[in-house]
């Protein structure tokens, strides 16, 4: 009843002042309109005015009820409108919460299958060069079979032509022939050493390199893990800025050590998904009044790093004024 006084003084005041002349008529306008005849008793006079001032009464009072009634039932109708419309709203961001849970779902699942192409790919790729690689390597042996087998049959041709003068000879073809074989043995000997050397210098070299990268990649994570920490510091403090600038102290708050515990999701680009109160500081106007700061945020600052998006997605964030 306060609540429509206040919203319609004039209208309440009008009609008080109806209420009142209408009382100030009965009461003397009767007499006015119909003054008493004369040698009448006045007894008659006095009890109808009592009895027209007690029905008035009653009526006020029922038409009071009735207004009350009416305006209990308007804000009963209101707050069930205003409830319908928030579950609405909660339903369309759930529904829209599981559009963007899909398209991300289909893009993993699309760079999940390009992974998998590209791994098949370079492992057929892998293995026909493994291929290509046999493959050649057994032409050249075949080759080199080949070759050998005829170096063979011109030693023979060579050997039955010239069989007298071998002969002849032998004694000084023998010290040749192990001549060759001690140059040839010598020879594969200190091939197998440069081979060995080189095997050896070439590992140095892959294991120098592979150290290398090890420390580039460390040095290059410290410097991530650094940059991140810093841009994670950085978005914390512009969000919890920007949601006290945005922040009114309700009724009742001041003076008091309240703070709540709110969980809020978001997008890539930083609009408020949803805000939910996680734990309450136990006064109902200041959990809403922060749930209404975060809204009124939108869109909250994001990270530039993508590692750090992800993080930002859903969090818990406390709020306490001027903290």
Do not use: C, Y
Not at 6 to 29: E, K, S
Not at 69 to 82: G, H, N, S
Not at 268 to 294: C, E, M, T
């Amino acid at each position: 009843m306060l609540d429509l006084i206040r919203r319609h003084p004039l209208g309440f005041t009008l009609a008080v002042l109806m209420h009142v002349a209408i009382v100030l008529l009965m009461i003397f306008g009767l007499d006015w309109l119909n003054p008493p005849e004369i040698q009448k008793p006045t007894g008659q006079v006095v009890q109808a005015r009592l009895v027209d001032t007690e029905q008035f009464a009653r009526q006020k009072e029922i038409k009071h009820k009735t207004e009350k009634r009416q305006t209990e039932q308007k804000r009963r109708q209101e707050e069930k409108k205003k409830e319908e419309k928030k579950k609405k709203e909660q339903q369309r961001r759930e529904e829209e919460r599981k559009k963007q849970l899909e398209i991300k779902k289909q893009k993993e699942q699309k760079k999940k299958q390009a992974e998998q192409k590209k791994k098949e790919e370079q492992r057929k790729k892998a293995e026909a060069e493994k291929k290509r690689k046999l493959a050649l390597k057994k032409k050249e042996e075949e080759k080199k079979k080949k070759l050998e087998l005829e170096r063979k049959k011109k030693l023979e041709q060579e050997k039955k032509r010239k069989e007298e003068a071998r002969k002849k000879e032998e004694a000084k073809k023998k010290a040749e022939a192990k001549k060759k074989a001690e140059a040839k043995k010598k020879a594969a000997l200190e091939r197998k050493k440069k081979e060995e050397a080189e095997r050896k210098r070439k590992a140095a070299e892959a294991k120098r390199l592979a150290d290398q990268k090890a420390r580039e990649a460390e040095l290059q994570a410290q410097w991530a893990a650094e940059r991140d920490g810093r841009e994670r510091d950085s978005v914390t403090a512009a969000i919890k800025r920007k949601v006290q600038n945005s922040w009114l102290r309700p009724p009742g708050a001041a003076g008091r050590d309240l703070q709540a515990t709110v969980r809020v999701r978001l997008n890539d680009s930083g609009s408020v998904l949803l805000v939910r109160v996680i734990k309450s500081s136990g006064s109902s106007a200041f959990d809403r009044s922060v749930v209404s700061a975060v809204n009124k945020a939108d869109p909250l600052p994001m990270p530039k790093s993508p590692t750090l998006i992800s993080e930002f997605r859903e969090f818990t964030f406390i709020f306490r004024p001027n903290k």
